[in-house]
Each structure stands twice: as C-alpha cells, then as structure tokens.
C-alpha cells in the first residue's frame, strides 16, 4: 500500500479493507499509520543490518571493497522492499525514528570500522567526530538521492556512493590499501 499510494494516503482504515482485518484488531498495536510506519520502518532497518552482514563484505580484501559490496547490499535491499525505500530512504516520521537511523548508521559504521581495523587500514580514522558514520550518511544521502529521482537506486548512483565515500575517507588512508 505504501508503494502503491503513498505514505499520505496510507491509512489504518484502508489498510484494514484491503487485507480484510477488522480495524479494532489492528488499534491496539498501531493506534496511527505512524506508529505503523515506525514499526515497519524498524523491522526494515533490521532486515538491512542482517543482509550486510550475511553479505559478501566480511570477505572483502580492502576497504574499498567493503565500501563498494555494502552499498550494493543496501541498493539491492532498497530496491526488493518497496515500503523500505519509502520509509527508510524518503525520511522519518517521528522522534523514535530518527533515533533508529542514527544507531542504523552508527552500527554500519562500527560494522566498517571493525572491518578497516582487520584489514589493518585507516588506522587514523577520528571517532570524534565519528567518521566512519559520517561515511555512512554520504552514501545513504546518495542513494536518497536516487530514490528521489528515479524511484530506485541504479547502479550509477551506487558508483558515485562508492566514489563520494572512497573520496571522504581516502583522507585518513592510502586508497591502494588492501
């Protein structure tokens, strides 16, 4: 439904026609569309936190690699989940929200730091302010981009996440590192 009409057009009421559930059973849970989006929106940024780190990444052999194979992740999880893009890639709805993408960030930024210290590379990578999160923000911010502007995110905008990451921290490390 959000993929169909919209987060503005989505309601409990609609929802409960559509899927043929009284709306009194679905009050108690989500007393609102937003404390139904929430919910989603969580259960979404767990499903992309699992698929990262079941991925390929672990494996990869520099930190470039990393950085390239978890965007790809992330783009092809954004992609297969409809409502995740929605909620996850066009913006929070509350508070609570806000919060969960922030630790969405900071542990795919944990994730990545924990992966450059295997690899024995960016050693002086600042953690404050926390750089490897703000990495991760520049290649979320690309593929909202993409979402906004072509309702996916392409393998274009998955390059130029990459490059603008690479780019951003290069600074604390040779990119020949592997």
Known sequence: MLAEVGPEKTSIPALA???????????????????LFSHLAR??????????????????RSWQ?????????AADYYNAHPAASILLL????????????????????????AKAAS???LEALPSVPDVATIAVEIAFACMEHGYA????????????AVRAV??????????NQS
């Not at 767990?46 to 672990?58: N, R």
């Not at 066009?90 to 990545?112: C, M, P, R, Y």
């Open 17 to 35: 026609e559509a899927t043929g559930v009284p709306r009194a059973a679905i009050y108690p849970f989500f007393p609102d569309k937003y404390a």
């Open 65 to 73: 690699a990393w950085v390239e194979t978890t965007i790809k992740v």
């Open 149 to 160: 502007q072509e309702g996916t995110i392409s393998p274009i905008i998955c390059q130029e």
């Open 90 to 113: 066009k913006g929070s709805f509350a508070e609570s929200d806000q919060a969960a993408h922030e630790l969405k960030n900071q542990t795919i930024g944990g994730l990545f730091r």
């Open 166 to 175: 690479v780019a951003y921290l290069s600074s604390w490390g040779h990119t």
């Open 119 to 121: 690899l024995k590379a």
């Open 43 to 60: 259960k979404h940024m767990d499903g992309l936190m699992q698929a990262i780190e079941l991925s390929k990444a672990g494996r990869a």
